[in-house]
């Protein structure tokens, strides 16, 4: 309430106030601001623009079951982005669903249980993960996790699961290291600091009063975290998944070291797969201008653009309706 | 398509701005495999005449894009360019250095190994799937194959050692010529995909039961355990240089146009297999003949015993003397501005 008093008082002030002089400069910018702001929407529609013209020739040559076509043969010039759509997707998810309760964790144990002390330094190390270029986590997942992944965590893992039917083809395949588990993994540890510092940021916004009634009341630390802290976050808190989501979708390098770059299809969550960031950071620097291979390469960042599109799009709406509600 | 111009000229200008400060300096751009080479004889070049090479290794691909639209002064590839295209695009092709592809594995107990091309066709089709299979041991008899799966390994970036490696399997297995083919990147049936040939190796090296191609260079260089081949006169040759330069000696030099000799999988008794040259794609219509001739110049220095020399250090196989002698005819007679030929022996 105290919020929207200041804003309404706010807005008030500049509306009656007289405004103070500097005619000359005033305008000159105002006018910048104009400029910074339609800067980025000029920007924006001409990558978009330059994507969608540079990958139409293909769109055209394949029509619209490019988009799930799961062939992609440099030979044949034959390509679709079947796999690259549903390994950028499968990878992303995975991702979030590693790295969020681990944010929750992280982010409930920083506002609520840690001691004065150590909040700091983890709070510190959460964002210094941050600050890790995404380049060392490729490195670091190549030359630690993969091997970590193919001599200790698969192969009991396939022993153990691969005979359950359908859940069992999850996990089929030589224990290779490098695949869309490790790749989902590696991107966990990426969003994980965004959502995490988004989480610390609303769980501190909550008001310490309705906290402090209901521990009044006798909830529990558990309960005060299920019934008053996530709640009263959980619009912000889609929002901040949804930016993770978007980052892991576009991931590049790190992605390319630890998926194993298979073209192909496969259920399993071991096998190699691609993301259509990994594609085309692997085939952009040996496309010769004009080639079919290059507009598919464009019509696949254009599919990428359209898939971060949707899922802020949707952030948004889930975000509104989460507030209005 | 005019959108993409825009962008590729804006980026190559913003490749080779660094080298516009200096006028005097060569810029080139491409292939990653011979850009050691390169930049060695161009430290070695500069230390004699001045004149500096800026080599931007950005792949063959990339090299033969800038040299179309002219931002760089040479282009650089490992697969030879198309005839059409060479003619379109106005350019000289040339071989510089050749090179060779090995095949490296990761085998407990296992040091030393013979492979043939069909042999490596199936396993990167699939077709064997173990190390104990009946086709690998008839080719080992006597050593101790364990029963462990074959976990191929290739390049995930389009490379010019993949379509060097492709090329050889098509050759060798009509079965992978119709089902995959030859190129810088293809369809690869089974395996694991690794950046570079750093990748590779790791992931080799990682891998227990993991089989992988690198280029000789880099094999040397790392000590990598590289597998004999069985080449095509039936003989198994082991990757060294004197197979290398047998297969670049056994090539059809006379008849290839372009230059574009093929040394894979030659009918040479000592052949290696894998083998291939690396070319220089140079304007046949150059706007500025000073800086042409300097490129010219430069890799005329480098055909000279010198240039051999230091080729030779890290591990690259020199043309043969008639190859030169033909590339130097080609210079003089085809490259050319306002009707003069740059450069003259």
Redesign the interface.
């Known amino acids: 309430m105290d919020a929207t008093l200041t804003g309404t008082q706010a807005s008030s002030v500049i509306a009656t106030a007289h405004k103070p002089t500097g005619r000359i400069s005033d305008p000159i910018f105002v006018a910048l601001l104009w400029a910074s702001g339609i800067f980025v929407l000029i920007l924006l529609g001409l990558i978009i623009a330059m994507l969608f013209e540079g990958g139409l020739p293909a769109l055209k040559e394949f029509g619209i079951s490019f988009l799930w076509s799961t062939s992609w043969n440099p030979v044949t010039e034959r390509f679709g982005a079947g796999v690259m759509v549903s390994g950028t997707l499968f990878s992303a998810v995975i991702a979030v669903i590693v790295a969020l309760p681990l944010s929750f964790g992280i982010a409930f144990f920083l506002t609520e249980i840690a001691p004065g002390p150590l909040r700091r330094p983890i709070g510190v190390a959460v964002q210094l993960l941050a600050a890790i270029p995404s380049i060392i986590y490729g490195m670091w997942g190549f030359f630690i996790v993969v091997p970590l992944m193919a001599a200790y965590v698969q192969p009991p893992l396939i022993e153990l699961l691969s005979p359950i039917p359908f859940i069992g083809a999850l996990f089929q395949g030589p224990p290779l290291g490098a695949g869309m588990l490790t790749a989902g993994l590696i991107l966990a540890l990426m969003i994980l600091p965004f959502i995490t510092a988004m989480f610390v940021e609303v769980l501190e916004s909550v008001p310490p009063m309705i906290k402090e009634s209901a521990y009044g009341v006798g909830a529990t630390t558990y309960e005060v975290y299920r019934n008053v802290s996530v709640p009263y976050g959980r619009a912000a808190m889609v929002g901040a998944v949804m930016l993770g989501l978007g980052r892991a979708l576009g991931e590049t390098m790190a992605v390319t070291f630890v998926i194993g770059n298979a073209t192909r299809m496969s259920a399993s969550l071991f096998a190699p797969g691609a993301t259509i960031a990994s594609t085309i950071a692997n085939e952009f620097p040996e496309a010769s201008q004009g080639s079919l291979k290059l507009q598919a390469l464009l019509e696949l960042g254009f599919i990428l653009f359209v898939i971060s599109f949707i899922v802020l799009a949707l952030s948004r709406l889930l975000v509104r309706s989460k507030l209005k509600g | 398509?005019?959108?993409?111009?825009i962008?590729?000229a804006a980026l190559s200008l913003s490749l080779t701005l660094p080298g516009a400060a200096f006028a005097a300096d060569i810029n080139g751009a491409g292939a990653s495999f011979p850009a050691p080479v390169y930049q060695a004889w161009a430290a070695a070049y500069k230390e004699k005449t001045g004149t500096g090479l800026n080599y931007q290794s950005?792949?063959?691909?990339?090299g033969?894009?800038q040299i179309?639209?002219r931002t760089v002064d040479f282009g650089a590839s490992d697969a030879p360019m198309k005839d059409d295209k060479l003619v379109e695009a106005n350019l000289l092709q040339f071989p510089t250095v050749i090179g060779s592809v090995v095949a490296i594995f990761n085998l407990d107990g296992v040091d030393s190994l013979v492979l043939s091309g069909p042999v490596l066709a199936d396993i990167y089709q699939g077709k064997i799937t173990k190390w104990n299979d009946a086709k690998i041991a008839e080719l080992n008899k006597g050593a101790k194959l364990p029963d462990q799966?074959i976990?191929p390994v290739y390049r995930?970036?389009?490379?010019g050692t993949s379509f060097v490696f492709t090329s050889y399997l098509a050759a060798a297995s009509g079965d992978w010529k119709s089902n995959?083919?030859?190129?810088?990147?293809?369809?690869?049936?089974t395996?694991?995909?690794?950046?570079g040939n750093e990748?590779i190796a790791?992931?080799v090296k990682?891998?227990k039961g993991a089989l992988g191609y690198v280029e000789f260079v880099y094999a040397a260089a790392n000590k990598l355990s590289a597998a004999d081949l069985v080449n095509k006169a039936g003989k198994v040759v082991k990757p060294e240089t004197k197979a290398f330069v047998e297969a670049a000696a056994a090539a059809d030099w006379k008849g290839a146009k372009n230059f574009a000799a093929s040394m894979i999988d030659t009918a040479g008794p000592g052949a290696w297999p894998i083998t291939s040259a690396t070319y220089i794609l140079l304007p046949k219509n150059p706007t500025n003949a000073a800086q042409s001739a300097d490129v010219i110049k430069f890799f005329n220095w480098a055909y000279t015993a010198e240039g051999d020399a230091i080729a030779e250090k890290l591990h690259y196989i020199p043309l043969p003397d008639a190859v030169v002698t033909d590339i130097k005819k080609a210079w003089s007679a085809e490259v050319k501005a306002d009707g003069k030929a740059v450069w003259t022996n």
């Open positions: 398509m005019k959108l993409t111009h962008l590729g950005i792949g063959s691909g990339g033969q894009n179309v639209n799966a976990v995930s970036d389009s490379s995959v083919g030859a190129a810088s990147s293809v369809q690869w049936p395996g694991a995909g690794a950046k990748g790791g992931t990682n891998t």
